[in-house]
Structures are given as C-alpha cells and as structure tokens.
C-alpha cells in the first residue's frame, strides 16, 4: 500500500521531538443495499467509483465488499490522509455522478470516522 512510507498514529499522538505530527486519517465506511432489481446496477455503480478513488492523492484504502449471505448489500471501506482529502474526495466528478444515481439504486447508511485506538499497519 505504502511501503511503510505512511505511517498512522492515532489523534493526539506525535512523532519524535522535532517530527512534524501526522495528520489524523478519516475513515469511511458505507453500507448500501440494492433496491428491488437493482443489484447489478449498483454493483456495477460501486465498482466504477474504485479506479478513479484509489487514484485520488489523498486516498489510502478504497475498498468493495459484498455480503456472503445476502448479494445485495454491500460495503465500502475507506481511508483518506485527512478530513481535506475527504472533502476533496467528494466533490470529484465521479463521486458526483454517483450520488446523481445512488438514491435510485439503493438505501445508504454512510458514516465518517476519527481514530480512538487503532492499531498501526505492520
């Protein structure tokens, strides 16, 4: 992912004395479920918002899951640098065209996050 270059500290915490302090990380997480007749619609939605997601700069996770049990709910995990990159995030033009389209697909439950105890990637 980052080839250690990146390295999470949770809120609050600081590098060595003289280390600039890391910004503190936004987490995304967003579970939809598919409307009626609509799961490959959504699905084919989420994926195209992975590529061009990933490839913004102040993104470090963006992942698509789907539930084993039920094909019609799925889950995003996001990270970003911090609250601006999220910020950015949403107002690119693929994040617009997908709330353009996401109310008729599916039901959505979407929550921003900061960091209480995380562990650090090894």
Do not use: C
Not at 2 to 23: D, Q, Y
Not at 39 to 68: C, F, H, T
């Amino acid at each position: 992912m980052t080839g250690g270059a990146l390295r999470w500290r949770p809120a609050g915490r600081h590098g060595p004395k003289g280390e600039t302090p890391m910004p503190e990380h936004v987490k995304v997480v967003a579970a939809l479920t598919a409307r009626p007749g609509q799961v490959d619609a959504l699905k084919a939605l989420l994926e195209s918002m992975i590529a061009p997601s990933r490839a913004e700069p102040g993104n470090l996770r963006y992942d698509l899951w789907q539930d084993q049990a039920d094909p019609g709910r799925f889950l995003f995990d996001e990270l970003y640098i911090d609250a601006a990159a999220n910020a950015a995030h949403r107002e690119t033009p693929h994040f617009q065209a997908y709330l353009a389209q996401i109310n008729d697909l599916a039901d959505r439950t979407a929550f921003a996050l900061t960091p209480v105890d995380v562990k650090p990637e090894a």
